[in-house]
């Protein structure tokens, strides 16, 4: 079965490859891809390209979706599978795009019952199951801006990990050699921090972290793989276990450039 399989993988890279000159064009202008080393971008492309194969990409609000944009997307989710595999990403099949912000509508309840109505407007939501949902115009800036603690790929993506134990905690399945006291005891510590520091107005990292365990994760994600530096110098225990999870390095990438 699985020679079979790795037979399956060969044929559909060979049949349906990234074409060079789209590839080279498009990663060698977004900011997570040039730190790469040659292997970490081929296994990168190989990725990305099998990715593509088994997602169907969708345009909302009339939007075109370009081979270009289904690279730019597909490589930054991918970098997240780069030690983890693809399979990491099964059980759900569709990616929206819509061209810029958009608004969702939800009903919020409060303590007494009440129930209201909020709209807001969002560049990216990743659904249990679901969809991955982005906004083309937050998607292009980050993936070609040095942007420290943003990106909407990285974000929602990690969502979609998280979400693997059955509901968005903070808490990915953890590899064995991973204790799961070390994961809890780091992060809830790191939250507690990090939630004084925004109560003193003195976060260093982006509030909406404190949101919630699940928004916690998602955000210190987008810190480790945009801005290491900041991650490892004020949460270094969280860089470390983040490291260990992802089986990536990229302060130590950054660093050999």
């Avoid at 699985?2 to 590839?23: G, V």
């Avoid at 939800?106 to 990216?124: V, Y």
Wanted: with cysteine; aromatic share 12%; net charge negative.
């Amino acid at each position: 079965m699985n020679r079979f399989k790795r037979w399956q993988t060969q044929r559909l890279l060979i049949k349906h490859p990234i074409p060079d000159k789209l590839w080279l064009e498009t990663t060698a202008s977004m900011i997570l891809i040039k730190p790469l080393d040659p292997v970490e971008k081929s296994k990168l492309r190989v990725l990305s390209t099998l990715f593509i194969h088994q997602k169907v990409f969708s345009g909302a609000q009339g939007l075109l979706i370009t081979p270009t944009m289904k690279v730019v997307i597909a490589a930054q989710a991918c970098l997240e599978l780069l030690n983890l595999g693809l399979q990491t990403f099964s059980g759900w099949h569709e990616i929206i795009v819509y061209p810029g912000a958009f608004m969702v509508n939800r009903e919020i309840q409060d303590e007494s019952g009440l129930i209201s109505h909020e709209n807001n407007a969002l560049s990216g939501e990743a659904w249990d199951k679901g969809p991955v949902i982005l906004s083309w115009a937050d998607v292009q800036r980050d993936s070609f801006q040095y942007s420290p603690g943003r990106n909407v790929v990285i974000h929602e993506f990690s969502h979609k990990l998280d979400m693997l134990n059955g509901r968005a905690n903070g808490m990915p399945p953890l590899h064995p050699n991973m204790p799961i006291q070390d994961w809890t005891e780091s992060l809830s510590e790191a939250y507690k921090r990090l939630a004084d520091r925004v109560y003193h107005q003195d976060a260093m990292i982006n509030s909406y972290a404190t949101s919630n365990p699940a928004e916690f994760f998602a955000v210190f994600c987008e810190y480790f793989f945009t801005a290491p530096d900041i991650l490892i110098e004020i949460y270094p225990e969280v860089y470390d276990q983040l490291k260990s999870y992802f089986r990536q390095d990229p302060f130590l990438r950054l660093h050999q450039m």
